[in-house]
Protein backbone atom coordinates (compact mmCIF):
# COMPACT_ATOMS: atom_id res chain seq x y z
CA UNK A 1 0.00 0.00 0.00
CA UNK A 2 1.01 3.33 -0.82
CA UNK A 3 2.82 5.89 2.31
CA UNK A 4 -0.51 7.98 1.93
CA UNK A 5 -2.46 5.49 2.68
CA UNK A 6 -0.80 3.19 5.08
CA UNK A 7 0.85 6.88 7.36
CA UNK A 8 -1.94 9.23 6.56
CA UNK A 9 -2.15 10.77 9.96
CA UNK A 10 1.55 10.99 10.39
CA UNK A 11 1.84 12.53 7.30
CA UNK A 12 -1.15 14.60 7.42
CA UNK A 13 -1.21 15.85 10.96
CA UNK A 14 -4.11 18.46 12.43
CA UNK A 15 -2.43 21.19 14.86
CA UNK A 16 -4.69 22.19 17.80
CA UNK A 17 -5.43 26.16 17.83
CA UNK A 18 -2.54 26.30 20.71
CA UNK A 19 -0.32 24.56 18.73
CA UNK A 20 -0.85 27.53 15.48
CA UNK A 21 -0.33 30.28 18.06
CA UNK A 22 2.90 28.66 19.11
CA UNK A 23 4.28 28.80 15.11
CA UNK A 24 3.21 32.32 14.73
CA UNK A 25 6.15 34.31 16.09
CA UNK A 26 7.80 32.25 12.83
CA UNK A 27 5.91 33.82 10.08
CA UNK A 28 3.37 36.19 8.80
CA UNK A 29 -0.33 35.88 8.14
CA UNK A 30 -1.21 36.48 4.72
CA UNK A 31 -4.91 36.07 3.24
CA UNK A 32 -5.49 34.70 -0.24
CA UNK A 33 -8.76 34.85 -2.80
CA UNK A 34 -10.57 31.70 -3.45
CA UNK A 35 -9.05 30.31 -6.90
CA UNK A 36 -5.61 31.86 -6.19
CA UNK A 37 -2.45 29.93 -6.14
CA UNK A 38 -0.45 29.52 -2.87
CA UNK A 39 1.70 26.80 -4.93
CA UNK A 40 2.57 26.55 -8.53
CA UNK A 41 4.72 22.85 -9.56
CA UNK A 42 8.03 24.09 -10.87
CA UNK A 43 8.15 27.57 -8.93
CA UNK A 44 9.90 28.18 -6.15
CA UNK A 45 7.67 27.59 -2.65
CA UNK A 46 7.88 30.91 -0.32
CA UNK A 47 7.65 28.19 2.67
CA UNK A 48 5.17 26.51 4.74
CA UNK A 49 1.54 27.42 5.18
CA UNK A 50 -0.72 27.05 7.94
CA UNK A 51 -3.86 27.39 7.27
CA UNK A 52 -5.74 29.77 10.21
CA UNK A 53 -9.10 30.04 7.95
CA UNK A 54 -10.37 28.43 4.74
CA UNK A 55 -9.28 25.53 2.40
CA UNK A 56 -6.98 24.52 0.03
CA UNK A 57 -6.62 22.04 -2.59
CA UNK A 58 -3.69 20.11 -3.44
CA UNK A 59 -3.19 18.56 -6.41
CA UNK A 60 -0.61 16.92 -8.74
CA UNK A 61 -0.05 18.10 -12.70
CA UNK A 62 2.21 15.86 -14.47
CA UNK A 63 4.06 17.84 -17.64
CA UNK A 64 2.25 16.17 -20.21
CA UNK A 65 -0.97 17.64 -18.32
CA UNK A 66 -2.35 15.44 -16.63
CA UNK A 67 -4.12 16.72 -13.38
CA UNK A 68 -4.98 14.76 -10.66
CA UNK A 69 -6.05 15.68 -6.76
CA UNK A 70 -3.73 14.65 -3.92
CA UNK A 71 -5.98 15.98 -0.84
CA UNK A 72 -7.72 19.32 0.46
CA UNK A 73 -6.39 20.66 3.86
CA UNK A 74 -8.06 23.12 6.20
CA UNK A 75 -7.70 25.27 9.80
CA UNK A 76 -4.95 23.55 11.47
CA UNK A 77 -3.41 21.73 8.57
CA UNK A 78 0.04 22.51 7.12
CA UNK A 79 0.98 23.03 3.30
CA UNK A 80 4.82 21.81 3.06
CA UNK A 81 7.25 19.24 1.85
CA UNK A 82 10.99 18.75 1.99
CA UNK A 83 11.84 21.13 -0.63
CA UNK A 84 10.72 24.05 1.56
CA UNK A 85 13.68 23.15 3.81
CA UNK A 86 16.26 24.65 1.17
CA UNK A 87 13.71 26.92 -0.70
CA UNK A 88 13.25 24.59 -3.76
CA UNK A 89 10.94 24.75 -6.36
CA UNK A 90 7.35 23.36 -5.73
CA UNK A 91 6.83 19.62 -6.49
CA UNK A 92 2.72 20.40 -6.14
CA UNK A 93 0.16 22.86 -6.67
CA UNK A 94 -1.94 24.61 -3.93
CA UNK A 95 -4.95 26.66 -4.89
CA UNK A 96 -7.47 27.97 -2.65
CA UNK A 97 -10.92 26.51 -2.41
CA UNK A 98 -11.94 29.26 -0.25
CA UNK A 99 -10.71 32.66 0.97
CA UNK A 100 -7.87 31.63 3.01
CA UNK A 101 -5.91 33.09 6.02
CA UNK A 102 -2.80 31.58 6.31
CA UNK A 103 0.92 31.44 8.39
CA UNK A 104 3.61 31.76 5.95
CA UNK A 105 6.83 30.23 7.40
CA UNK A 106 9.92 30.92 4.89
CA UNK A 107 12.41 28.31 4.84
CA UNK A 108 15.02 29.88 7.02
CA UNK A 109 12.41 30.38 9.77
CA UNK A 110 11.45 26.87 9.03
CA UNK A 111 14.43 25.66 10.01
CA UNK A 112 14.37 27.56 12.98
CA UNK A 113 10.89 26.39 14.19
CA UNK A 114 11.96 22.76 13.60
CA UNK A 115 14.94 22.91 16.33
CA UNK A 116 13.18 25.56 18.75
CA UNK A 117 10.03 23.84 19.28
CA UNK A 118 11.17 20.42 19.48
CA UNK A 119 7.72 18.03 19.32
CA UNK A 120 6.05 20.65 17.12
CA UNK A 121 9.72 19.88 15.28
CA UNK A 122 9.29 16.34 15.22
CA UNK A 123 5.65 16.28 13.86
CA UNK A 124 6.30 19.21 11.27
CA UNK A 125 9.36 17.08 10.29
CA UNK A 126 8.17 13.91 10.13
CA UNK A 127 5.40 14.63 7.92
CA UNK A 128 7.52 16.71 5.39
CA UNK A 129 9.78 13.65 4.59
CA UNK A 130 6.63 11.26 4.47
CA UNK A 131 4.83 13.84 1.93
CA UNK A 132 8.08 13.43 -0.19
CA UNK A 133 8.36 9.60 0.22
CA UNK A 134 4.35 9.96 -1.26
CA UNK A 135 5.42 11.81 -4.18
CA UNK A 136 8.30 9.75 -5.09
CA UNK A 137 5.76 7.34 -4.83
CA UNK A 138 3.52 9.07 -6.81
CA UNK A 139 6.13 10.05 -9.75
CA UNK A 140 3.90 13.45 -8.92
CA UNK A 141 6.03 17.04 -9.08
CA UNK A 142 9.19 15.87 -11.23
CA UNK A 143 10.01 15.56 -14.62
CA UNK A 144 8.81 13.01 -17.15
CA UNK A 145 11.35 10.65 -18.75
CA UNK A 146 10.34 9.56 -21.97
CA UNK A 147 12.23 6.51 -23.75
CA UNK A 148 12.98 2.88 -24.02
CA UNK A 149 13.13 1.76 -20.49
CA UNK A 150 16.50 -0.09 -20.64
CA UNK A 151 17.52 2.81 -23.00
CA UNK A 152 21.48 3.17 -21.03
CA UNK A 153 21.37 7.76 -20.84
CA UNK A 154 17.27 6.73 -19.59
CA UNK A 155 19.05 4.42 -16.71
CA UNK A 156 21.89 7.16 -16.35
CA UNK A 157 18.92 10.13 -15.58
CA UNK A 158 16.54 7.98 -13.58
CA UNK A 159 19.40 6.57 -11.83
CA UNK A 160 20.64 10.70 -10.79
CA UNK A 161 16.89 11.07 -10.14
CA UNK A 162 16.52 8.67 -7.98
CA UNK A 163 19.43 8.56 -5.49
CA UNK A 164 18.93 12.27 -5.39
CA UNK A 165 14.91 11.92 -3.79
CA UNK A 166 13.69 13.42 -6.84
CA UNK A 167 9.72 12.60 -8.02
CA UNK A 168 9.95 11.29 -11.29
CA UNK A 169 8.04 9.13 -14.08
CA UNK A 170 9.36 6.71 -16.67
CA UNK A 171 7.28 6.40 -19.92
CA UNK A 172 7.72 3.96 -22.39
CA UNK A 173 6.90 5.38 -25.52
CA UNK A 174 6.10 1.89 -26.88
CA UNK A 175 3.20 1.56 -24.31
CA UNK A 176 1.89 4.99 -24.54
CA UNK A 177 0.47 6.85 -27.13
CA UNK A 178 0.98 10.83 -25.78
CA UNK A 179 4.67 9.84 -25.45
CA UNK A 180 4.77 8.57 -28.62
CA UNK A 181 3.51 11.81 -30.34
CA UNK A 182 5.75 13.64 -28.21
CA UNK A 183 8.80 12.42 -29.66
CA UNK A 184 7.40 12.04 -33.18
CA UNK A 185 7.36 16.02 -32.77
CA UNK A 186 11.12 16.20 -31.47
CA UNK A 187 12.34 13.86 -33.05
CA UNK A 188 13.58 10.44 -32.10
CA UNK A 189 17.11 10.38 -32.11
CA UNK A 190 17.98 12.71 -28.80
CA UNK A 191 16.18 10.52 -26.64
CA UNK A 192 15.48 10.42 -23.81
CA UNK A 193 12.78 13.12 -23.41
CA UNK A 194 12.90 14.64 -19.99
CA UNK A 195 9.72 16.99 -20.05
CA UNK A 196 10.07 19.40 -17.18
CA UNK A 197 7.43 20.77 -14.11
CA UNK A 198 7.43 24.13 -16.37
CA UNK A 199 6.95 22.95 -20.06
CA UNK A 200 10.53 22.56 -20.97
CA UNK A 201 11.74 19.29 -22.96
CA UNK A 202 14.92 18.74 -22.75
CA UNK A 203 16.79 16.29 -25.07
CA UNK A 204 18.87 13.67 -23.77
CA UNK A 205 20.26 16.55 -21.26
CA UNK A 206 23.35 15.55 -19.06
CA UNK A 207 22.54 15.38 -15.11
CA UNK A 208 23.89 19.25 -14.87
CA UNK A 209 21.23 20.66 -17.58
CA UNK A 210 18.33 18.36 -15.86
CA UNK A 211 19.27 19.36 -12.35
CA UNK A 212 19.34 22.89 -13.72
CA UNK A 213 16.24 23.38 -15.06
CA UNK A 214 14.52 21.47 -11.78
CA UNK A 215 16.18 24.02 -9.53
CA UNK A 216 18.16 21.44 -8.15
CA UNK A 217 21.48 22.95 -8.72
CA UNK A 218 21.83 26.50 -7.23
CA UNK A 219 23.92 29.12 -9.09
CA UNK A 220 22.74 31.68 -7.16
CA UNK A 221 24.69 31.02 -4.01
CA UNK A 222 25.11 33.09 -0.95
CA UNK A 223 27.85 35.67 -1.34
CA UNK A 224 29.23 35.81 2.00
CA UNK A 225 32.18 33.68 3.28
CA UNK A 226 31.50 30.07 5.32
CA UNK A 227 33.15 29.23 8.45
CA UNK A 228 33.60 25.98 6.68
CA UNK A 229 33.04 24.57 3.03
CA UNK A 230 32.71 20.56 3.17
CA UNK A 231 33.65 18.72 -0.54
CA UNK A 232 31.68 15.43 -0.30
CA UNK A 233 27.95 14.79 0.77
CA UNK A 234 28.86 11.08 1.65
CA UNK A 235 28.95 9.91 5.10
CA UNK A 236 31.69 11.75 6.03
CA UNK A 237 31.05 15.27 4.51
CA UNK A 238 27.01 14.75 5.77
CA UNK A 239 28.36 14.02 9.34
CA UNK A 240 30.44 17.26 8.99
CA UNK A 241 27.51 19.43 8.01
CA UNK A 242 25.13 17.92 10.72
CA UNK A 243 27.60 18.31 13.71
CA UNK A 244 29.14 21.61 12.29
CA UNK A 245 25.95 23.49 11.57
CA UNK A 246 24.24 22.27 15.10
CA UNK A 247 26.88 23.97 16.63
CA UNK A 248 26.58 27.23 15.21
CA UNK A 249 28.90 26.99 12.43
CA UNK A 250 28.17 28.39 9.11
CA UNK A 251 28.14 25.31 6.76
CA UNK A 252 28.17 25.01 3.02
CA UNK A 253 28.71 21.39 1.01
CA UNK A 254 29.18 20.51 -2.88
CA UNK A 255 28.65 17.68 -4.16
CA UNK A 256 29.20 16.31 -7.92
CA UNK A 257 26.51 13.68 -8.26
CA UNK A 258 24.33 12.25 -5.26
CA UNK A 259 24.36 12.61 -1.59
CA UNK A 260 25.80 9.57 0.13
CA UNK A 261 28.49 8.95 -1.88
CA UNK A 262 29.17 5.50 -2.39
CA UNK A 263 27.23 4.68 0.99
CA UNK A 264 24.10 5.86 -0.85
CA UNK A 265 24.14 3.31 -3.31
CA UNK A 266 24.89 0.59 -0.99
CA UNK A 267 21.37 -1.95 -1.28
CA UNK A 268 21.93 -2.91 2.48
CA UNK A 269 24.38 -2.37 5.29
CA UNK A 270 23.95 -4.18 8.42
CA UNK A 271 26.54 -3.87 10.00
CA UNK A 272 26.09 -0.08 11.16
CA UNK A 273 25.79 0.08 14.68
CA UNK A 274 21.78 0.46 15.83
CA UNK A 275 19.98 -1.07 12.53
CA UNK A 276 20.17 -4.74 13.48
CA UNK A 277 17.86 -5.39 10.84
CA UNK A 278 19.67 -3.65 8.59
CA UNK A 279 19.26 -0.58 6.16
CA UNK A 280 19.43 0.65 2.60
CA UNK A 281 22.64 3.59 1.96
CA UNK A 282 19.86 6.15 0.55
CA UNK A 283 17.53 5.09 3.63
CA UNK A 284 20.65 6.15 5.60
CA UNK A 285 22.04 9.08 4.04
CA UNK A 286 18.85 10.48 2.87
CA UNK A 287 18.14 10.80 6.78
CA UNK A 288 21.50 12.55 7.08
CA UNK A 289 20.71 14.97 4.23
CA UNK A 290 17.43 16.43 5.36
CA UNK A 291 19.03 16.34 9.07
CA UNK A 292 21.87 18.51 7.74
CA UNK A 293 19.25 20.94 6.57
CA UNK A 294 17.23 21.21 9.51
CA UNK A 295 20.65 23.01 11.44
CA UNK A 296 20.57 25.10 8.62
CA UNK A 297 23.58 23.81 6.30
CA UNK A 298 23.78 24.46 2.38
CA UNK A 299 23.89 21.48 0.55
CA UNK A 300 24.25 22.38 -3.18
CA UNK A 301 24.18 19.08 -5.83
CA UNK A 302 25.19 18.73 -8.36
CA UNK A 303 27.88 21.37 -8.27
CA UNK A 304 31.71 19.69 -8.97
CA UNK A 305 34.08 22.05 -7.13
CA UNK A 306 36.64 22.83 -10.22
CA UNK A 307 39.98 23.80 -7.75
CA UNK A 308 40.60 25.11 -4.39
CA UNK A 309 42.91 27.92 -3.93
CA UNK A 310 44.52 27.57 -1.35
CA UNK A 311 46.50 30.69 -1.06
CA UNK A 312 43.93 32.97 -0.70
CA UNK A 313 42.35 33.97 2.85
CA UNK A 314 39.61 33.35 2.91
CA UNK A 315 39.59 29.86 0.67
CA UNK A 316 38.07 30.33 -2.55
CA UNK A 317 36.44 27.27 -4.27
CA UNK A 318 35.55 27.56 -7.69
CA UNK A 319 32.90 25.60 -9.02
CA UNK A 320 31.75 24.43 -12.23
CA UNK A 321 29.03 26.24 -12.20
CA UNK A 322 27.58 29.43 -10.29
CA UNK A 323 30.00 32.34 -8.66
CA UNK A 324 33.19 30.80 -6.58
CA UNK A 325 32.39 30.64 -2.54
CA UNK A 326 34.60 31.43 0.11
CA UNK A 327 35.53 29.81 3.25
CA UNK A 328 37.51 30.33 6.22
CA UNK A 329 38.21 26.64 5.99
CA UNK A 330 37.59 23.44 4.05
CA UNK A 331 36.48 20.06 5.00
CA UNK A 332 37.81 17.34 2.33
CA UNK A 333 35.62 14.91 1.93
CA UNK A 334 35.30 14.08 -1.52
CA UNK A 335 36.04 10.11 -0.99
CA UNK A 336 36.67 8.05 -4.08
CA UNK A 337 36.47 7.28 -7.41
CA UNK A 338 35.43 3.52 -9.04
CA UNK A 339 38.70 1.90 -9.57
CA UNK A 340 38.10 0.48 -13.58
CA UNK A 341 40.04 -2.95 -14.52
CA UNK A 342 42.67 -2.46 -17.14
CA UNK A 343 40.52 -3.81 -20.17
CA UNK A 344 41.24 -1.51 -23.28
CA UNK A 345 37.00 -1.03 -24.20
CA UNK A 346 35.73 -0.78 -20.59
CA UNK A 347 34.96 2.71 -21.05
CA UNK A 348 32.96 2.15 -24.48
CA UNK A 349 30.63 -0.19 -22.43
CA UNK A 350 29.87 2.04 -19.17
CA UNK A 351 26.37 2.35 -18.72
CA UNK A 352 25.58 0.19 -21.55
CA UNK A 353 25.99 -2.67 -19.31
CA UNK A 354 28.80 -2.05 -17.22
CA UNK A 355 27.88 -0.46 -13.96
CA UNK A 356 29.58 0.65 -10.31
CA UNK A 357 27.26 0.15 -8.26
CA UNK A 358 23.54 -2.01 -8.10
CA UNK A 359 20.39 -0.13 -7.67
CA UNK A 360 16.50 -1.55 -8.31
CA UNK A 361 17.05 -0.13 -11.61
CA UNK A 362 19.98 -1.64 -12.69
CA UNK A 363 18.72 -4.63 -10.95
CA UNK A 364 15.55 -4.50 -12.90
CA UNK A 365 17.80 -5.20 -16.32
CA UNK A 366 19.07 -8.42 -14.48
CA UNK A 367 15.88 -10.00 -13.77
CA UNK A 368 16.12 -13.64 -14.96
CA UNK A 369 19.63 -13.60 -16.70
CA UNK A 370 23.70 -14.41 -15.91
CA UNK A 371 25.45 -11.45 -14.72
CA UNK A 372 29.16 -11.08 -13.92
CA UNK A 373 29.68 -9.20 -10.24
CA UNK A 374 33.58 -8.58 -10.13
CA UNK A 375 35.06 -7.80 -6.44
CA UNK A 376 35.33 -9.40 -3.01
CA UNK A 377 34.80 -6.91 -0.22
CA UNK A 378 31.80 -5.79 1.35
CA UNK A 379 30.83 -3.25 -1.01
CA UNK A 380 30.71 -6.45 -3.99
CA UNK A 381 29.13 -8.44 -1.13
CA UNK A 382 26.49 -6.54 -0.30
CA UNK A 383 25.79 -5.88 -4.14
CA UNK A 384 25.63 -9.98 -4.92
CA UNK A 385 23.32 -10.51 -2.15
CA UNK A 386 21.19 -8.08 -3.45
CA UNK A 387 21.42 -8.78 -7.25
CA UNK A 388 20.97 -12.50 -6.06
CA UNK A 389 17.01 -11.92 -6.01
CA UNK A 390 16.89 -10.61 -9.55
CA UNK A 391 19.23 -12.33 -11.58
CA UNK A 392 19.41 -16.14 -12.59
CA UNK A 393 22.81 -16.16 -11.77
CA UNK A 394 25.63 -14.63 -10.71
CA UNK A 395 29.28 -15.26 -11.44
CA UNK A 396 31.36 -13.21 -8.67
CA UNK A 397 34.95 -12.84 -9.90
CA UNK A 398 37.59 -12.53 -6.43
CA UNK A 399 41.10 -11.77 -7.83
CA UNK A 400 42.35 -13.48 -4.37
CA UNK A 401 42.49 -16.39 -3.18
CA UNK A 402 40.21 -15.94 0.00
CA UNK A 403 37.08 -13.64 1.12
CA UNK A 404 38.02 -13.72 4.20
CA UNK A 405 40.94 -11.25 4.68
CA UNK A 406 38.63 -8.82 2.64
CA UNK A 407 34.93 -9.16 3.40
CA UNK A 408 32.61 -9.67 6.75
CA UNK A 409 32.31 -12.84 7.63
CA UNK A 410 28.23 -12.49 7.78
CA UNK A 411 28.21 -11.61 3.93
CA UNK A 412 30.56 -14.72 3.59
CA UNK A 413 28.28 -17.09 4.93
CA UNK A 414 25.02 -15.53 2.74
CA UNK A 415 26.89 -16.28 -0.27
CA UNK A 416 27.59 -19.58 0.52
CA UNK A 417 24.04 -20.26 1.27
CA UNK A 418 22.36 -18.56 -1.82
CA UNK A 419 22.30 -21.22 -4.66
CA UNK A 420 22.47 -18.83 -7.83
CA UNK A 421 26.09 -17.30 -6.76
CA UNK A 422 29.06 -19.26 -7.87
CA UNK A 423 32.17 -17.76 -6.67
CA UNK A 424 35.32 -17.94 -8.91
CA UNK A 425 38.55 -17.27 -6.94
CA UNK A 426 41.63 -16.00 -8.37
CA UNK A 427 39.74 -14.85 -11.42
CA UNK A 428 39.93 -11.67 -13.44
CA UNK A 429 37.83 -10.38 -15.92
CA UNK A 430 39.52 -9.78 -19.31
CA UNK A 431 37.83 -9.08 -21.94
CA UNK A 432 34.04 -7.37 -23.16
CA UNK A 433 32.38 -7.51 -26.42
CA UNK A 434 29.49 -5.80 -27.39
CA UNK A 435 26.99 -5.57 -30.74
CA UNK A 436 26.22 -2.76 -33.18
CA UNK A 437 24.87 -0.89 -30.87
CA UNK A 438 27.16 -0.55 -28.68
CA UNK A 439 25.79 -3.10 -25.82
CA UNK A 440 27.44 -5.68 -23.67
CA UNK A 441 26.45 -9.01 -25.30
CA UNK A 442 29.67 -10.97 -24.23
CA UNK A 443 32.84 -11.62 -21.79
CA UNK A 444 35.33 -13.57 -21.27
CA UNK A 445 37.39 -14.07 -17.23
CA UNK A 446 40.50 -16.17 -16.93
CA UNK A 447 41.59 -18.21 -13.89
CA UNK A 448 45.15 -16.84 -13.04
CA UNK A 449 46.36 -20.17 -11.79
CA UNK A 450 46.03 -22.56 -14.73
CA UNK A 451 45.42 -19.50 -17.49
CA UNK A 452 41.58 -20.87 -18.25
CA UNK A 453 39.74 -18.54 -19.80
CA UNK A 454 35.80 -19.04 -20.18
CA UNK A 455 33.39 -16.71 -22.47
CA UNK A 456 29.67 -16.28 -21.85
CA UNK A 457 26.80 -14.13 -23.27
CA UNK A 458 26.32 -11.79 -20.58
CA UNK A 459 24.96 -8.10 -20.55
CA UNK A 460 26.00 -6.93 -17.32
CA UNK A 461 29.11 -6.65 -15.25
CA UNK A 462 28.93 -5.21 -12.00
CA UNK A 463 32.37 -3.81 -10.99
CA UNK A 464 33.34 -3.40 -7.01
CA UNK A 465 36.94 -3.46 -7.06
CA UNK A 466 37.88 -0.84 -5.29
CA UNK A 467 38.64 2.80 -5.71
CA UNK A 468 40.70 5.62 -6.19
CA UNK A 469 40.87 9.28 -4.62
CA UNK A 470 38.78 11.77 -5.78
CA UNK A 471 41.51 14.63 -5.21
CA UNK A 472 42.28 16.08 -9.15
CA UNK A 473 40.21 19.46 -8.06
CA UNK A 474 43.57 20.17 -5.58
CA UNK A 475 45.83 19.76 -8.11
CA UNK A 476 48.42 22.79 -7.36
CA UNK A 477 47.15 23.34 -3.59
CA UNK A 478 50.24 21.68 -1.70
CA UNK A 479 48.15 19.33 0.01
CA UNK A 480 50.13 16.25 0.84
CA UNK A 481 49.51 12.93 -0.30
CA UNK A 482 50.94 9.44 -0.20
CA UNK A 483 52.19 7.61 -3.01
CA UNK A 484 48.31 5.82 -3.75
CA UNK A 485 47.55 9.75 -3.97
CA UNK A 486 45.34 9.58 -1.00
CA UNK A 487 45.71 12.82 1.72
CA UNK A 488 47.86 12.61 4.33
CA UNK A 489 46.97 14.33 7.66
CA UNK A 490 48.15 14.99 11.19
CA UNK A 491 47.98 11.59 12.03
CA UNK A 492 50.32 10.64 9.45
CA UNK A 493 54.29 10.06 10.54
CA UNK A 494 54.99 12.28 7.78
CA UNK A 495 52.87 14.88 8.46
CA UNK A 496 53.54 16.79 11.84
CA UNK A 497 50.08 17.54 13.26
CA UNK A 498 49.09 21.06 14.19
CA UNK A 499 48.48 22.49 17.63
CA UNK A 500 45.39 24.53 18.30
CA UNK A 501 45.51 27.43 21.06
CA UNK A 502 44.33 24.63 23.40
CA UNK A 503 47.83 22.85 23.22
CA UNK A 504 45.40 19.68 21.23
CA UNK A 505 46.74 18.50 18.64
CA UNK A 506 44.25 18.56 14.82
CA UNK A 507 44.97 15.39 13.52
CA UNK A 508 42.93 15.17 10.65
CA UNK A 509 44.48 18.39 9.08
CA UNK A 510 46.53 18.40 6.42
CA UNK A 511 49.58 19.90 5.18
CA UNK A 512 48.45 23.26 4.36
CA UNK A 513 46.70 24.89 7.43
CA UNK A 514 43.11 24.94 7.84
CA UNK A 515 42.27 22.36 5.03
CA UNK A 516 40.95 19.06 6.80
CA UNK A 517 40.50 15.43 5.42
CA UNK A 518 38.38 12.78 6.10
CA UNK A 519 36.70 9.86 4.93
CA UNK A 520 37.41 7.50 2.32
CA UNK A 521 39.94 10.25 0.39
CA UNK A 522 42.32 10.06 3.53
CA UNK A 523 45.26 8.26 3.45
CA UNK A 524 44.79 5.64 6.06
CA UNK A 525 41.00 5.42 6.48
CA UNK A 526 39.22 2.66 7.54
CA UNK A 527 36.75 2.31 4.79
CA UNK A 528 33.34 1.92 6.45
CA UNK A 529 30.55 3.94 6.98
CA UNK A 530 30.89 4.33 10.77
CA UNK A 531 34.49 5.89 10.27
CA UNK A 532 33.48 8.23 8.04
CA UNK A 533 30.36 9.25 10.03
CA UNK A 534 32.77 9.04 13.04
CA UNK A 535 35.68 11.31 11.74
CA UNK A 536 33.02 13.42 10.20
CA UNK A 537 32.39 14.21 13.80
CA UNK A 538 35.91 14.40 15.12
CA UNK A 539 36.84 16.91 12.39
CA UNK A 540 34.01 19.65 13.95
CA UNK A 541 36.25 19.70 17.46
CA UNK A 542 39.30 20.64 15.36
CA UNK A 543 37.85 23.13 13.13
CA UNK A 544 36.23 25.03 16.68
CA UNK A 545 39.87 24.95 17.46
CA UNK A 546 41.84 26.86 13.95
CA UNK A 547 38.71 28.84 13.66
CA UNK A 548 39.44 30.25 16.90
CA UNK A 549 43.74 30.28 16.25
CA UNK A 550 42.50 32.25 12.77
CA UNK A 551 40.71 34.68 14.40
CA UNK A 552 43.30 35.37 17.25
CA UNK A 553 45.68 35.16 14.34
CA UNK A 554 43.79 37.95 12.41
CA UNK A 555 42.86 40.26 15.44
CA UNK A 556 46.89 40.17 16.25
CA UNK A 557 47.67 41.38 12.55
CA UNK A 558 45.06 43.97 12.68
CA UNK A 559 46.70 45.15 16.08
CA UNK A 560 49.81 45.12 14.74
CA UNK A 561 48.81 46.78 11.05
CA UNK A 562 47.02 49.97 13.58
CA UNK A 563 50.53 49.76 15.41
CA UNK A 564 52.56 50.58 12.11
CA UNK A 565 50.25 53.08 11.05
CA UNK A 566 50.31 54.83 14.27
CA UNK A 567 54.11 54.63 13.91
CA UNK A 568 54.20 56.14 10.70
CA UNK A 569 51.62 58.53 11.46
CA UNK A 570 54.07 60.28 14.04
CA UNK A 571 57.29 59.89 11.85
CA UNK A 572 55.71 61.96 8.92
CA UNK A 573 54.50 64.56 12.03
CA UNK A 574 51.03 63.74 11.23
CA UNK A 575 50.34 62.31 14.30
CA UNK A 576 46.68 62.47 15.85
Known sequence: MATIDTRRDQMLPKLTPEEVDRLRRFGEVRRYASGEPLFVAGQEAPGMFVFISGRVLVSRRDPLGHREPIVEQGPGEFLAELGQLSGQRALVDGHAVSDVEALLIPPEKLRNLLIAETDLG??????????RVALIEMGSGGPVLIGPAESPDMVRLQGFLARNAQPHQVIDPSEDPEAAALIDRYGPNELPLAVCPNGTVLKNPSEAELAQMLGMARTDLPHRTFDVAIVGAGPAGLATAVYAASEGLSVIVFEQRAFGG???ASSRIENYLGFPTG?????????????????????????????????????????????????????????????????????????RGVWYWASPIEARMCRDAEIVLVGGGNSAGQGVVFLSRHAKKIWMLVRGPSLDATMSHYLIDRIKETPNIEVLMETELVALAGNEEGRLTRVRWQHKPTG?????????????IGADPATKWLEGCGVAVDAKGFITTGCESDVPASAGPDGRSRALETSVPGIFAIGDVRSGSVKRVGAGIGEGAAVVAELHSYLAES???????????????????????HSG
Open 122 to 131: DKIMRALILR
Open 262 to 264: QAG
Open 279 to 351: ISGQALMGRAYVQAQKFGAEIIIPVPVKRLHCNDMPRTLELEQGRPTKARAVVVASGASYRRPDIPNLRDFEG
Open 452 to 464: KETEKPIRNVFLF
Open 551 to 573: SISAQERKESIGERTQTDAVLLG
